[in-house]
Nanobody, 117 residues
Framework: QVQLVESGGALVQPGGSLRLSCTVSGNIFSINSMGWSRQAPGKEREFVARITWRGSIIYYADSVKGRFTISKDNAKNTVSLHMNSLKPDDTAVYYC??????????WGQGTQVTVSS
């Protein structure tokens, strides 16, 4: 199992940018892919982006394509989410997730992103 700690959430104006980071510890070798999901008030948690831990196959939700970029640093055991052109609809708690080769997904505690003027 792995432990995930997110950081970088903040209040930002519409059109602004923000970078979220997730630091991974524990059984790193068990990881198949890492990703980000988000949950807005009153809504279900939804997929945002994912990247494979070995290699760099990337997936994005349609709602963030062209605005968000996921990246990783295997040497530092970190995954980042660069968010540009932020909209009020991007307001949510953002969660880092790790999918192991086998077994259940691990989640971080979440970091709040608020897009508002």
């Amino acid at each position: 199992q792995v432990q995930l700690v997110e950081s970088g959430g903040a209040l930002v104006q519409p059109g602004g940018s923000l970078r979220l980071s997730c630091t991974v510890s524990g059984n790193i070798f068990s990881i198949n892919s890492m990703g980000w999901s988000r949950q807005a008030p009153g809504k279900e948690r939804e997929f945002v982006a994912r990247i494979t831990w070995r290699g760099s196959i990337i997936y994005y939700a349609d709602s963030v394509k062209g605005r968000f970029t996921i990246s990783k640093d295997n040497a530092k055991n970190t995954v980042s989410l660069h968010m540009n052109s932020l909209k009020p609809d991007d307001t949510a708690v953002y969660y880092c997730a790790a999918d192991p080769i086998t077994g259940p997904r691990s989640w971080g505690q979440g970091t709040q992103v608020t897009v508002s003027s």
